[in-house]
Nanobody
Framework: QVQLVESGGGLVQPGASLRLSCAAS????????MGWFRQAPGKERELVAA????????HYSESVKGRFTISKYNAKNTVYLQMNSLLPEDTAVYYC???????????????????WGQGTQVTVSS
C-alpha cells in the first residue's frame, strides 16, 4: 500500500514562493507518474502539474504555467512542487497523487491516479 504525505503548505503573501513536498512510502516513485492537484472551497479538484515516471515529460495547467515547477527526486522517493509568484487564487488544499501504471507522458486524468495524499493547505493572502 502506497502512502503519500504532503508537507510545505502555509500562509504566505502574494508574490511569495513555497515548495511543497510529497514523500512516498510503500512504493517506488521512480516508477510512478506523479501529479499535484488542488481544490479551493466551492470548486472542483483540478490538476496543477504532472510528471511522468521517467521525469522527462511534464504538464502544467495554464493558470500555473511559468510559475510552478514539478520535479521528482527518486533518491528521496519524493516529488516536489515549487510555487513562485503566488497569487490569492492559488489558495487551495494541494494534494499529490501517484499513477502506478508507467506511461510515456504525464498523466492528466485524475481517475488514473491510484493513490492520494491527505493534502496540505496553501493560503495566499495579504
Amino acid at each position: 500500500q502506497v502512502q503519500l504525505v504532503e508537507s510545505g503548505g502555509g500562509l504566505v503573501q502574494p508574490g511569495a514562493s513555497l515548495r511543497l513536498s510529497c514523500a512516498a512510502s510503500g512504493g517506488t516513485l521512480s516508477t510512478y507518474g506523479m501529479g499535484w492537484f488542488r481544490q479551493a472551497p466551492g470548486k472542483e479538484r483540478e490538476l496543477v502539474a504532472a510528471i511522468n515516471w521517467s521525469g522527462d515529460n511534464t504538464h502544467y495547467s495554464e493558470s500555473v504555467k511559468g510559475r510552478f515547477t514539478i520535479s521528482k527526486y527518486n533518491a528521496k522517493n519524493t516529488v516536489y512542487l515549487q510555487m513562485n509568484s503566488l497569487l490569492p487564487e492559488d489558495t487551495a488544499v494541494y494534494y499529490c497523487a501517484a499513477d502506478t501504471l508507467p506511461a510515456p507522458v504525464a498523466t492528466i486524468t485524475a481517475i488514473r491516479y491510484d493513490y492520494w495524499g491527505q493534502g496540505t493547505q496553501v493560503t495566499v493572502s495579504s
